[in-house]
């Protein structure tokens, strides 16, 4: 089992990430790690500071000849933007002060964060409680990605819908690979041109939208995750994981929402048997999960998402020095962020499923895991 930590602020010199416990000998490549930081980044309504950043990982020890050793695995993503900030963020002195903020955002971690940690300054919040950790993340799942390739288990990830838009859902699961090629990932035509209309309309207002994204896990055999104690279920695992992603307020698995209107005859998943299938249903209203379990079929969350906090057109707050009330001051932002947050689910998902697929067929090498894999 691997355990991993993420560090750095949005506008210090550079994110960083560890991972602790991965096994030796899975061939990494650095660029699809590079290539998923940059789907992340991608993404109608993104704004200003996209444009400022490419993320690339740079490697700094646990992987050798592009090989994993057993070691902790370190590296950092560099903020590029940091050059524009470092009087700003310098570890040891900061220069300018001049970038103090005693003004919250209503709906950012700022208010609470800043009176939680006794700051008087929220950059010392916003920093770090920006959704820019999120491309450790993205990092992290890629070379979960390349492992769990390795027992052919697949994550893939698509928007569902953008503000009211009301989600269709997709039929054949295969579609959802094309959705890198759609600039707000959704697989549905139609659904695209009323996201982008829907995400341009917002700009023009100076507004913020948020919405739904869906993510598969294929491949995957029965039994991870367990029902012996509550700590070890699947499901809440992918809950906690999926909700710690900025700006996501719901997880829901399989139907779970329409679970609670179903009468059981219609919701629950019958079990069929085949000698070349082996176990199977023809349904999968339990998004693939059971009694905190994987039970074989595909995993389906579907994570909501709120609007983004930072507005065009500002909410009303009170500032933290005066405690005068005033209108928030507009601030560069993106108008909506669900794409780049269903790259995010997709990885923070597949390293919860990496984690819980070493706790079952553990070895210290990928070969000494596949071969309990194969038993
Ligand atoms: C973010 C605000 C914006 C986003 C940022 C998250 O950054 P800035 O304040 O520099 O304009 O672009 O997202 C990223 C930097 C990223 O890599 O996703 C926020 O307040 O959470």
Not at 203 to 224: A, H, N, R
Not at 258 to 284: M, Q, V, W
Request: glycine share 10%.
């Amino acid at each position: 089992m691997f355990r991993y930590f993420t560090a750095g602020e949005s506008h210090g010199k550079s994110l960083v990430g560890i991972i602790e416990g991965f096994p030796s000998n899975v061939p990494i490549d650095v660029e699809i790690i590079n290539h998923d930081l940059k789907r992340r980044q991608s993404g109608y309504g993104r704004g200003g500071r996209m444009k400022i950043e490419s993320d690339r990982i740079e490697i700094l020890s646990g992987i050798r000849d592009s090989k994993t050793l057993g070691s902790p695995i370190a590296f950092t993503i560099p903020n590029k933007d940091y050059e524009n900030w470092e009087k700003y963020m310098d570890p040891l002195k900061v220069l300018d002060c001049g970038k103090r903020v005693t003004k919250p955002r209503p709906g950012h971690a700022d208010l609470t964060g800043a009176l939680k940690y006794g700051f008087d300054d929220i950059r010392n919040t916003l920093e770090r409680s920006s959704a820019r950790e999120t491309a450790v993340r993205v990092a992290i799942g890629s070379m979960v990605k390349q492992l769990v390739s390795n027992f052919n288990i697949k994550a893939m990830s698509h928007v569902l819908s953008v503000g009211d838009i009301i989600p269709e859902k997709v039929n054949d699961i295969n579609s959802i690979k094309n959705a890198d090629n759609s600039p707000v990932r959704c697989v549905n035509e139609k659904k695209e041109m009323e996201i982008i209309k829907a995400i341009d309309k917002a700009k023009e207002d100076g507004d913020s939208l948020g919405g739904v994204f869906e993510i598969y896990i294929t491949g995957l055999p029965p039994g991870l995750g367990s029902y012996v104690h509550w700590d070890k279920k699947l499901d809440g695992k992918l809950a906690q994981a999926l909700m710690s992603i900025q700006g996501i307020k719901a997880v829901e698995i399989g139907e779970g929402i329409e679970a609670s209107t179903l009468p059981g005859s219609k919701f629950h998943d019958e079990i069929f048997y085949s000698p070349e299938k082996g176990y199977y249903r023809e349904t999968n209203m339990a998004g693939g999960i059971e009694g905190g379990m994987s039970n074989g079929e595909n995993i389906i969350v579907r994570c909501h998402m709120k609007p983004i906090p930072t507005l065009y057109r500002p909410l009303r707050s009170v500032d933290i020095e005066t405690k005068e009330g005033f209108v928030a001051d507009i601030e560069r932002s993106d108008t909506c962020a669900v794409p780049a947050a269903s790259i995010v689910g997709e990885m923070v998902a597949i390293t919860v499923v990496g984690q819980e697929l070493l706790r079952k067929y553990g070895g210290d090498s990928l070969g000494e895991i596949l071969e309990r894999w194969k038993k």
